[in-house]
């Protein structure tokens, strides 16, 4: 470029620019994700990763069978920021600044080599931290093929008709002071989990577009809405704004526990748990960018991540034309909604929000024990007095009106009873270890020996029977409708038809 009077050429180093650009964030997770973006939007549908350990001398690599670069082009793709954020981009590319390439591998590696074929004909070009390190004049020096003792790691990408790998080596942000071979093996775990659920729309065995393995092993998609489960509660689908920026949003109320096997449980709770993991989930052109957040919505202030609203999760889907109103990253890892669509997406948010909370306070009611979905005699009710919520024991139950039916001194002394633990009920204590211990209350004789329960099934089945006339069959029917017995249906069958005076 001419220098004009007045003006000077003022670039920067290469070396401390890259330096610079390693501490932008990234985890290994997000930095591998990164790539694969280049590689979906390469067209590619198959795409290995594999990780190498050896130490101090690990690698890893991406390698794709997507359309591939020619020997130019794969220059400008090394370079940084050759292309312009601001130009539009195609529905199916998942870039946008020009630098996710670099900035993610430099993130994790000092040697970044990437090959790429097309047309018959292979390109390969290199960084390599150290060797910029060396040079006094901080030129961005490209380096041609790869290091001689890299060339068997890109045999692969030989036998494709087109493709790109790219190859990780002196991984000195992975492979730090202390870290062994379990920390590495620790590591593809994790990205195993992240790329399942950031991609998990393209995995999808409906649409299955691209094919990702690890060492190997092919992902399976992880669906954070477990969209295939019957007790799944879904809206409809709703568009937000119009034109290129529309939005579409879709909200989900995941099952209670009850409604979940152990493993559904656990599986349905995320890469970072059920609590984390609740709120908005936006995908830009079906990848996933921020997975459970509130966005900074809330009325007066920030919604916060709380135990009684992680079922509740929102699909927002977004373009890639609004990546400017949306503040999208370079690491494709945040996302900010444009103040024009605050108010309706809180509004939505408060709608699932809502929804959520009742779910998870309500203890299989409907259980399927009775099967009919008949509602179930609780123990507590919760009533909204002028003076604040109350929590009362309800007369009704079985257990209950056996000793108010007694009348005169013991049921007198049994109000007394109830009025006492009413009063003193420990709201807050229950509410405070419930959330710190992050576990939901336990009820319904969940640790009990069956013994126990049965002891008191016994006692109240006999008082049904012999003091109030019910008949036997009555008399269960009662009982598996009221808690805490709805949850032992097995054991109220069992409940003999004779019983002794
Ligand atoms: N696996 C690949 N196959 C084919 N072309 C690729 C591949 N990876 C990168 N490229 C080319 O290199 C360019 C630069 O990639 P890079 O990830 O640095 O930026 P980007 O994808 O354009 O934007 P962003 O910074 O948002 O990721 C891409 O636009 C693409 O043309
Ligand atoms: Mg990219």
Known sequence: MMRTKGSRLAPPRADGTIEALRGLGYTTESALADLIDNCISAGAREVDISFRWMGRESWISVLDDGCGMTDPELETA?????????????????????????????????????????????????????????????????????????????????????????????????????????????????????????????????????????????????????????????????????????????????????????????????????????????????????????????????????????????????????????????RKSTAHPPARLREQLTRLAEDVRDRARRVFLHRAQANASTGRGAAVLPVWKSEMKASGRRYRVEREHPAVRALLDEGGDVAARAEGLLRVLEETIPVQRIWLETAESSEQPRGGFTAAPESSVVEVLTVLYRNLILRKGVSPDAARRQLLATEPFDLHPELVKGLPDEIAE
């Open 78 to 330: 090394m370079r940084l920021a050759e292309t312009n954020p601001t130009r539009p981009r195609n529905t199916s590319d998942l870039g946008r600044f020009g630098m996710g390439l670099k900035t993610a591998s430099f993130s994790q590696a000092r040697r970044l080599t990437v090959a790429s074929r097309k047309s018959g004909e292979s390109s390969c070009l290199r960084w390599d931290l150290d060797v910029l390190a060396e040079s006094d004049d901080g030129a961005w020096l490209l380096l041609e093929g790869p290091r001689q003792s890299s060339e068997s790691m890109l045999a692969d990408l030989e036998g494709k008709k087109s493709g790109t790998m790219v190859l990780w080596e002196v991984l000195d942000r992975i492979v730090s002071e202390g870290f062994g071979e379990q920390d590495f093996l620790d590591l593809i775990d994790r990205v195993e989990r992240h790329l399942a659920m950031v991609f998990h729309r393209f995995l999808d065995r409906s649409g299955r577009m691209v094919e990702l393995r690890i060492n190997g092993r092919s992902l399976k998609p992880w669906d954070p809405f477990l969209s295939w489960h019957a007790a799944t509660w879904r809206s409809p689908e709703a568009p937000i704004g119009g034109g290129a920026s529309r939005v579409v949003a879709q909200t989900y109320v995941l099952p209670h526990k009850d409604k979940l096997s152990e493993r559904e449980g656990i599986d349905a709770a995320g890469p970072d748990g059920w609590s984390s993991q609740q709120g908005f989930y936006v995908y830009r052109e079906r990848r996933l960018l921020v997975s459970g957040s509130w966005l900074g919505l809330g009325r007066g202030r920030y919604w916060s991540k709380d135990e009684s609203h992680r079922l509740a999760r929102i699909r927002l889907d977004i373009s890639n034309a609004s990546d400017a109103d949306w503040k999208i990253d370079i």
